[in-house]
């Protein structure tokens, strides 16, 4: 009997057996992924070898650390100067000392190339040289006894040559012990008369050309240009190879386009030259953008306006097809129009 009463007591529905049925899977699930977990655990058996690898990467990392924290404390730009000749040291040295490797590199570079320091003052030749950095280094600075001597010698030399060559002091020299004194055979006032004539001969100088002696810009030299007043080596020569970059000159505005040829020396020269001779043509029906932006007065944009126009409307019959174009600028045409020339091959 107290069984059946113990039976009934502990009896349970369905529902209640399932519920218990799911806890108990639970649990069980939970048991097996205990036990799969340590099975496939990674052996984590002490190896001294990785240890002592891993001490070390750490040891590195802090170094580095540590050094990156004590750059950021320095402050930037100091400077740790010691004494040095400025014409001796070198690049390394002056970056050891704190200055910038541009700053270094521009002083090497001018030693380099026969620049010379011959006092510390000198310093402030440099282009990177302030005042902040030149009060810095002016202390210890020491210059070799040489270059110091050298410096005395041409500075006593160059006063000596300034004393003596002057007008003045040059006669007195005359009067010096053991020279012969010459008899002047020209009076003060023939000398004087002399010297006035020289003068505007002197002003009124001429290459001495004759007044009927034209020279061509379109076909001359290097050489022959040089035969005008005003004109040398260099300035001859830059405006030789723009009248070929152009094609030839046509008149006297575009000599002004030379660089070094000023309206003082055109006008000077002007009754000296002319432009006949022919000029080397642009066929603006053949020629391509990237021939044609090769002549100085065009650019890539307008060469494809040229070019553009061209390919929709046909070829050029005459300047008049030209001036169809409304984004050309009248004066730029004028300028530009006897290159063109208008050949078309049917």
């Known amino acids: 009997m107290n069984l059946r009463k113990i039976r009934k007591q502990i009896h349970y529905h369905s529902s209640q057996r399932w519920g218990i049925t799911v806890v108990l899977l639970i649990i069980f699930a939970v048991i097996a992924l205990s036990q799969y977990s340590s099975w496939t655990h990674v052996n984590t058996a002490y190896n001294q070898e990785e240890h002592a690898a891993i001490l070390s990467s750490l040891k590195t990392k802090a170094i580095k650390r540590d050094e990156l924290a004590k750059k950021k404390q320095t402050p930037k730009g100091r400077l740790t100067p010691f004494k040095f000749d400025p014409n001796t040291i070198t690049k390394n040295e002056l970056i050891d000392m704190g200055i910038k490797e541009s700053s270094a590199t521009s002083w090497t570079n001018y030693t380099s190339k026969g620049g010379k320091f011959h006092k510390p003052k000198d310093l402030k030749k440099l282009y990177t040289m302030n005042d902040y950095l030149y009060n810095k280094l002016e202390p210890f600075v020491e210059i070799e006894e040489d270059n110091i001597k050298r410096t005395n010698q041409y500075k006593k030399k160059k006063q000596w040559a300034n004393s003596n060559y002057q007008s003045n002091n040059y006669q007195k020299r005359k009067n010096y012990p053991n020279q012969k004194q010459k008899k002047d055979t020209i009076s003060d006032s023939e000398r004087k008369e002399y010297n006035e004539n020289f003068k505007a001969a002197r002003r009124a100088k001429s290459s001495g050309l004759a007044d009927d002696y034209i ?55 002007i009754n000296k030259v002319h432009f006949e001779g022919t000029i080397k043509k642009i066929n603006l029906n053949k020629i391509t953008v990237d021939s044609l932006v090769k002549h100085p007065y065009f650019d890539y944009k307008t060469a494809n306006i040229f070019v553009n126009y061209r390919n929709h409307h046909g070829p050029y019959k005459d300047l008049s097809d030209v001036k169809k174009i409304i984004a050309i600028k009248e004066y730029w045409l004028e300028e530009v129009a006897p290159y063109f020339s208008y050949v078309h091959d049917e």
């Open 215 to 269: 020279i061509s810009l379109n076909t001359t030299d290097s050489t022959e240009l040089q035969m005008l007043d005003g004109i040398g080596p260099v300035l001859s020569s830059r405006i030789i190879n723009y009248r070929d970059k152009l094609g030839g000159f046509h008149n006297m505005n575009q000599l002004l386009e030379v660089y070094g040829v000023k309206a003082t020396l055109a006008s000077q020269i």
